[in-house]
């Protein structure tokens, strides 16, 4: 499209404010384009929208093989449930935390899959967001990820949650004891059309299913953590407590 308007890369990069050679590792897919650049693209080469669908699309790829068919449902769901046992869930990740996150495995991809999990959480401002309920393990407040300073700026985004009507935030604490969710982090889906589905990560690939009996036992299973852990409230207390104990020295 760019040859078909009379440009080389360097002349594009002109009217949109980038190098040439930024233009050129894009079109050799070496680096990702991020949704401002599909934007620019179509603004400066006509192309009404073309480049823009394509964003969502990229950025799937970005993310592991394996957990694409989950966010692709996420994307669509009504509701999103879900209990974490150690890390903050995506939907609500910073970008440095998701960064640091994904570092361990895939340090050469990092920056690339952190703008994608990041776009994943464009549905939570759609004008018709998904319901979120998200209860996290106490240990996910104290496993450091990323630093202090990094940690920090992820609990502050928690809190940022509390009045929003879309999303409830709960932590489970370490006072509960056993509970329901002692096997492990897992989120439920809910359609508007479709049926529900169960999900579960795994170290190198995810096993999602509609399995009735699957479904009722985990939503059970589910119903019983959001009975004990914290309401939204006194977690809300319990988060900032731990980020001015833990993560008060920003160095």
């Excluded at 594009?12 to 050799?28: M, V």
């Amino acid at each position: 499209m760019r040859e078909a308007a009379g440009l080389n890369q360097a002349q594009l990069g002109e009217i949109i404010f980038c190098t040439g050679s930024l233009i050129g590792q894009i079109e050799t897919t070496k680096k990702v384009p991020t949704r401002d650049f599909s934007e620019r693209v179509d603004a400066a080469l006509g192309t009404d929208g073309t480049f823009s669908r394509l964003m969502g699309l990229v950025l799937r790829s970005q993310l592991p093989t394996w957990f694409q068919p989950y966010a692709e449902m996420e994307a669509k769901a009504a509701y999103i449930s879900t209990y974490q046992a150690q890390l903050v869930y995506g939907l609500l990740q910073t970008e440095e935390y998701a960064r640091a996150v994904l570092a361990i495995d895939y340090p050469d991809k990092a920056d690339e899959m952190a703008v994608a999990r990041l776009d994943r959480q464009r549905i939570l401002k759609r004008d018709n967001p998904p319901a979120l309920c998200v209860i996290l393990s106490e240990a996910a407040l104290h496993q450091e990820v990323g630093g202090h300073k990094v940690m920090r700026t992820q609990l502050t985004r928690l809190l940022n949650f509390l009045h929003d009507p879309w999303v409830q935030i709960q932590v489970l604490p370490f006072t509960v004891g056993q509970h329901a969710g002692t096997m492990g982090s897992f989120n439920l889906l809910r359609f508007d059309d479709d049926p529900d589905l169960f999900y579960v990560d795994g170290y190198d690939q995810g096993h999602m299913t509609a399995n009735p009996s699957v479904i009722k036992e985990r939503s059970v299973g589910y119903a019983r953590l959001q009975a004990t852990a914290l309401s939204p409230e006194d977690s809300a207390t319990l988060i900032a407590h731990v980020m001015e104990e833990r993560y008060g020295d920003q160095s």
